[in-house]
């Protein structure tokens, strides 16, 4: 029964009914999410068919909740490399082919041994075979050109560029939180 459980996130919104994150989504599992419903810490927005009980109650699981309290997120995002990838959209910022995360590598567009410094305005996503190409050289010295000019970007971007990468899994009690403040179609 626990692996059907597993299989029953909710997806967290704020207490504005936006989702905490876009990318990586903000899901909690079942049991962090009825501790928080017993807790009265959230509101149920919808829930799944499936149910949790004991002798002398049942539950449905919660597939979309609200923080009672709103969480104000912070205007600056961390310095991570998820985050370096995520504002590159995935891409290499030398080829600008798309990969997957577990083949992206980071590269300092100063290298550091010339007193580069590993932040937002000198890191660039890269392929391995970008950063080997232009190793301990300048863009200039590797006959290399960036896509653009790397930037911090804020969380207000990030989630921005979250929201065009579709989560692996999408309940359909999620939908109208992912997307409801995305542009409409006009025929």
Known sequence: MSSALDSCPALVLNA???????????????????????????NVVSEYDNAIHSPSWEMKLPSVISLKQYVQVSRKPAFTRFNVFLRDRFSCQYCTDLFPTQDLTFDHVVPRSRGGRTEWTNVVTACGICNLKKG???????????????EQPNNHYLQKVGRTFPPNYLHESWRDFLYWDSELETS
């Open 16 to 42: 504005d009914f936006r989702p905490l994150n876009y990318f990586p989504l903000s899901l909690w599992g079942w049991q962090d999410t009825v501790k928080a419903v017993f807790l009265d810490r959230v």
């Open 136 to 150: 301990n050289k300048s863009i200039k010295e590797a006959h290399m050109h960036l896509l653009k000019k790397p």
